[in-house]
Structures are given as C-alpha cells and as structure tokens.
T-cell receptor
Framework: RKEVEQDPGPFNVPEGATVAFNCTYS??????FFWYRQDCRKEPKLLMS???SGNEDGRFTAQLNRASQYISLLIRDSKLSDSATYLC????????????FGTGTKLQVIP | SQTIHQWPATLVQPVGSPLSLECTVE??????LYWYRQAAGRGLQLLFY??????ISSEVPQNLSASRPQDRQFILSSKKLLLSDSGFYLC????????????FGPGTRLTVT
C-alpha cells in the first residue's frame, strides 16, 4: 500500500459544480495533514491545513477521518481558476519535519 | 513576510557536468529547509532536509549532495549529472508553526542531455 494515495483523475466538472477528493494514508500515527494546489509547471502552494475537527476556508472544506485514515477536500461553486492538481500531504515518520506528498488529483473546471 | 528564492529557473546541462542550485529564504530565522525533486508526471520526492546550519539529512541515496552554509541558504550539488537527474527541483522551508507547513520556492527545471 502506498503511504499516501490519491485518485489521479482527471475530474472534469462544470463551473459552479461541487467536487470532492479523497486521499488515504497508511500510517495511523500520522499527525499533520495538508492540501496543496499545484498549477502546471509551477511550485505547489499550500491551500489549507487539515485539522481534526475539520476546517473551512471560503469555498473549500477539508475533513479528516482518522478511523478510516483518509482526508478529503470539498470545493463548492467551482471556478475556472480552480483548475489545477491538488496534492495531499501527510507527515509519515521522523517527526513533524518530514512529510510525504501524494501524486495529486487533477481537476479541470469546464466553462 | 517570508520569501524564498531559487535560481536558476531553468537549466540545461550535459551528462557528467557538475550542478549547483541555490535556495535562500528571507524574513525568517532558523527555518527547516528541504530539497525535493519532481520527475515529469510524478509526485514530489524528498531528497534532503536540514534543521540547522551544517545539519543535513539525506532521504534517498543518489549522486546528489546538499549543504547549508548559512542559516537561510541551502545548496544542492552534484559532481556528475546523470540523465535520470532531470526534473523539477523545489526548495521549501518550514517554520516552527503548529503543523510545520512547508512553503515552496519557484523551482528549477533541470534538463540533463
């Protein structure tokens, strides 16, 4: 089993739609979770950290399910500018300094 | 605010040539620093990380090395490049925040020919 696993997609959704991505992780001792966004040929940018109680930032909602070892990202009212690859990031071992990136889920928002 | 710089932005090097990529961070002190590589169509692979000057941890055995000569400077080097070293090299920093969120520089796209 991969340490961090994501559906590569692509997810093709119309503008205004709601889309959700899941990411599973293998280490039950993981403590820190993040979603990053990466545009084509650019660096990843932190979208949001994921907290145990779940958190929301505008149209974006992140959830953590420790029992099933997955995190999710929900995007409401999709915009064309949301088109990107979304990376799931989990800290796996060696403390908080090191994290493992998933290979990403590609989202394409269609006009 | 904190900023992270990397250069050069793109680089084309022949097999067997040396490599030196530099990363500097501004606006913070004693950051954790990281070097990642992203091969075409693949995920980010952690190469090195550093928690302080002169302290380097290597994650993947390879012909690359890293050094941290100053608190906010991180250098990735190779004596002889291989074709398989081609990729997108990203430097990142993290502070001592609650979750150690990492922030990335703009990256260097390296093509070894």
């Amino acid at each position: 089993r991969k340490e961090v696993e994501q559906d590569p997609g692509p997810f093709n959704v119309p503008e205004g739609a709601t889309v959700a991505f899941n990411c599973t992780y293998s280490n039950s001792a993981s403590q820190s979770f993040f979603w990053y966004r990466q545009d084509c040929r650019k660096e990843p940018k932190l979208l949001m950290s994921v907290y145990s109680s779940g958190n929301e930032d505008g149209r974006f909602t992140a959830q953590l399910n420790r029992a099933s070892q997955y995190i999710s990202l929900l995007i409401r009212d999709s915009k064309l500018s949301d088109s990107a690859t979304y990376l799931c990031v989990v800290n796996m071992k060696g403390g908080y300094q090191k994290v493992t990136f998933g290979t990403g889920t590609k989202l394409q928002v269609i006009p | 605010s904190q900023t992270i710089h990397q250069w050069p932005a793109t680089l084309v090097q022949p097999v067997g040539s040396p490599l030196s990529l530099e990363c500097t961070v501004e606006g913070t002190s004693n950051p954790n620093l990281y070097w990642y590589r992203q091969a075409a169509g693949r995920g980010l692979q952690l190469l090195f990380y550093s928690v302080g000057i002169g302290q380097i941890s290597s994650e993947v055995p390879q012909n690359l090395s890293a050094s941290r000569p100053q608190d906010r400077q991180f250098i990735l080097s190779s004596k002889k490049l291989l074709l398989s070293d081609s990729g997108f090299y990203l430097c990142a920093w993290s502070g001592l925040g609650l979750n150690y969120e990492q922030y990335f520089g703009p990256g260097t796209r390296l093509t070894v020919t």
